[in-house]
């Protein structure tokens, strides 16, 4: 039995549009029916090669079970061939449980008379200008979720070299030890290529200093004397590839291999040796989390490193799975343990509804960027994006600069020192705090007692 979650993950691992069908099918869940069937167009290049029925049992906790599917192509390709579903039951094909979409076409390339000839010749006849297409879309997307403009570059080059499936890798701007890899899929029936999610990684120690990179160095065995270098952005990469050598290898980090620093050394695939400043981020994995994207949409890059930071996240383009839109402040929850797809549950403070009103909260504060309605909005909406912006408050007519951090589960805001130190809030703001009032108001109340105690 499956949640709404591990079901759309199942039915995205296997090709389909995960999401739609999943909220689709949970929305049937208080109907009180015991199965479902869905109708779909599957992902595959055109979006209508086959019509699936997916049959649905459901179990208490909105817990979901597939029980099969039954599969085939829709009316108007079935036309191409001079064949109407009425004319052939045999077309419809039956699957126990949930097959891959290659599964499903194979089966059904089998049974429909020179499908197979038939379609490539058509992918084959529009592969051009799909190519250019996917390529426009993808790097729109990247564009859309914050990447950076040289992995659409490096996209490119994958993608015309002809590789199925590949990770490219990328950085988040700013002194964060933050990577990230882009998981690109090709599909199995044609060149068209996707992007469905990326993996975020937290990595403890110190980041690279700028134009910096780390580099795998081992003996060329086919030229005695010379070195071969691989070149990393990602720390974790590095790590990983470098574990994987059998022999002589070197770990370092640099501009280039004339200019690097060592941090671990291994002897006959023994390590032998790792710098101690390296020792912590070598042994401790990184923290991660898995980030599903669809046609662009989803977490931005930027969103994603505060996620894996710990920090909170708006959201305006959510949707519950009955098809409505919502707003709500996200955050990982990195206290409980992982799920089987070793990705944090998610907590989420919906808006209006919890009552975080996030510009009401920063009016309190004596905050010098809200006396601009240009700086407040900016203020406010990488506050959004789960960032951590330098502020000018005032403190007893003074001014000082303190880092701003959202805290939606209290409804507030946080200050802390650029060494991390927190700050008391209260001191910030424009009025004096209530506590601090009632305090006054009740030594108030004593001296007066006591005038009146003298009178008597």
Known sequence: MLSVAELEQELEECGYDGNRIARAIAAMYDSGRLSYVHQTGAKTPDQTIIMMELSVRFH??????VKGMKACLLTDRLAQFGLEPAERPDIWQAFAGLPTIEQVVNSLQGIIKNEALIFNHSIHQNLNSMNLNNLENLKEEL??????????????????GGATDFDLHDKV????????????????????YYLNKYTVALNTGKPLEEGQKYMVISPNPQEAGKNLVRSFENVSAAIGYFKEQ???????????????????RMENGKVNYIAKDFQRTFRIPAVTQTIFVDKGRGFTAEQAANL?????????????????????????????????????????????????????????YQIREM????????????????????????RDGQEMKLHLETS??????????????????????????LEQQMKLDKGKGQAQEKEMAVNR
């Open 60 to 65: 208490p906790g909105h817990r979901f079970e």
């Open 143 to 160: 564009k859309q979720l914050g990447f950076s403009p040289k992995v659409a570059g490096e996209m490119e080059k994958r993608m015309q």
């Open 173 to 192: 701007s700013g002194n964060r030890n933050v990577d990230l890899t882009l998981h690109f899929k090709q599909s199995s029936q044609s060149e068209y």
């Open 246 to 264: 059998q022999g002589n290898s070197e770990l370092a980090a640099g501009k280039d291999a004339g200019h690097k620093v060592e941090l671990a």
């Open 308 to 364: 894996i930071e710990g920090r909170a996240v708006f959201r305006d383009d959510l949707v519950k799975l009955g098809g409505e839109q919502y707003q709500a402040w996200i955050k990982l929850d990195k206290d409980q343990p992982k799920d089987k797809y070793q990705n944090f549950s998610t907590t989420q403070f919906s808006v209006p509804q919890y009552g975080f009103d996030l510009k009401g909260v920063l009016e309190k």
């Open 371 to 394: 006396n601009s309605p240009e700086k407040a909005a900016q203020l406010q909406k990488t506050l959004e994006n789960g960032n951590r912006p330098l502020v000018t408050v005032v």
């Open 408 to 433: 939606p589960r209290y409804s507030q805001v946080n200050f802390y020192q650029e060494d991390g130190k927190s700050e008391k809030r209260e001191q910030f703001l424009k009025e004096p705090a």
